[in-house]
């Protein structure tokens, strides 16, 4: 039988894979997988702040029309 420990993080692990998942899919920025690609690609910049950052992305993702089915 699983302890109790061992229970909560296996259940905070499947929580936070399945909040990936829902960002994912809704289109969410991640910002801290965006914090390791400036930190690994561009480590002579200063990375946006995360207000910055979803301003950025929504802007991205609405300002272009033709980018969209719908």
């Given at each position: 039988m699983i302890g109790?420990?061992?229970?909560?993080?296996?259940?905070?692990?499947?929580?936070?894979?399945?909040g990936r998942v829902l960002r994912t899919v809704l289109g969410a920025?991640?910002?801290d997988r965006y914090l390791a690609h400036v930190r690994e690609r561009h480590p002579d910049q200063v990375p946006l702040s995360r207000?910055?950052?979803?301003?950025?992305?929504?802007?991205?993702?609405?300002?272009?029309p033709g980018a969209r089915c719908c």
């Open positions: 109790r420990a061992a229970w909560m993080a296996r259940a905070r692990r499947r929580a936070a894979a399945v920025p991640d910002y207000a910055e950052f979803v301003q950025r992305r929504l802007r991205d993702r609405y300002d272009k």
